[in-house]
């Protein structure tokens, strides 16, 4: 009966393993910023409370220009986010700087380079963010999400599924069946070795009697 609660147990296992598994979100996201009007390139530098190992973190979306500085294109980024790494422990200062309209240039001699460059600056955004606290992820446990398949594949799944439990339960019947029957010689009770000779002398009783009929 041992056995036949050992395969009842994997098969539930088998059924629970289909409908919930362990996952984890790659990434430690961060949200910094979002930018609504923007031209040209956010400039993105980077400052950590501790030394910045190379790789610990990126820019979602930008490209790493030098050490600790980004540079992201206004037409593909509307929201910046930092990715750390899984085991990354650091505070992070962040300046953020892009314009919200062309800079404006001229070889107009009336314009003074100081009124240009006034004109420029109002153009100008520049963003802090300080002490963006980064602490290692800790894993989470999600339901799991069935990925899209075709239909093909789905009912082959469904019926490589049930074939799987069916053959399981076969077996589980047969040997409970096999383990019965053996139960049931090993506890029937055995003939003594008394009882055998009282049924032997008994036999040669009644062969002497009749032999003892027929000469009479």
């Avoid at 973190?57 to 980004?70: A, L, M, Q, R």
């Avoid at 899984?86 to 314009?99: C, G, L, W």
């Avoid at 019926?159 to 077996?171: D, K, R, T």
Wanted: aromatic fraction near 8%.
């Amino acid at each position: 009966m041992i056995k036949l609660k050992i395969i009842h147990i994997l098969t539930a296992i088998f059924i629970l393993n289909m409908l919930c598994v362990t996952a984890t979100t790659p990434g430690n996201f961060i949200d910094i910023a979002d930018i609504d009007k923007c031209y040209g390139t956010i400039t993105l530098k980077i400052i950590g409370e501790q030394d910045i190992i190379k790789g610990e973190y990126s820019i979602v979306g930008c490209n790493e220009v030098s050490d600790n500085k980004w540079n992201c294109q206004c037409d593909n980024v509307s929201n910046i986010k930092l990715n750390a790494g899984d085991n990354v422990s650091n505070i992070y200062d962040i300046k953020i700087e892009y314009y919200i309209e062309p800079l404006v240039t001229s070889n107009n001699t009336n314009i003074t380079p100081s009124k240009l460059d006034i004109d420029n600056e109002l153009k100008r955004r520049t963003y802090e963010y300080n002490n963006i606290i980064v602490k290692p992820k800790e894993i989470i446990e999600e339901p799991f999400k069935m990925p899209k398949f075709t239909d093909g594949f789905k009912i082959g799944a469904i019926i490589g599924s049930i074939i799987i439990i069916f053959v399981l339960m076969i077996v589980g019947i047969i040997y409970w069946l096999f383990k019965e029957e053996k139960d049931e010689e090993e506890f029937k009770p055995q003939q003594s070795k008394e009882e055998k000779q009282i049924d032997i002398t008994l036999s040669d009783k009644e062969i002497l009697e009749q032999l003892r009929n027929n000469i009479k």
